[in-house]
């Protein structure tokens, strides 16, 4: 989205990297009771697509 329909979505979502985000949310789930975390990302980590 960020790409194809950067007309209608510019300004008004934001996207995160990936890694970024878990770095942030695991820990936050495992504090909070979670044993197993799943992440499942279209876009993969390579940095080249949004």
Request: glycine fraction near 10%; proline fraction near 4%.
């Amino acid at each position: 989205m960020a790409i194809w329909d950067k007309n209608n979505v510019d300004g008004k979502l934001k996207f995160p990297g990936i890694v970024e985000q878990a770095q942030k949310y695991v820990p936050e789930m495992k504090a909070r009771g979670a044993d197993v975390v799943v992440v499942s990302a279209h876009s993969g980590t390579s940095g080249t697509s949004s």
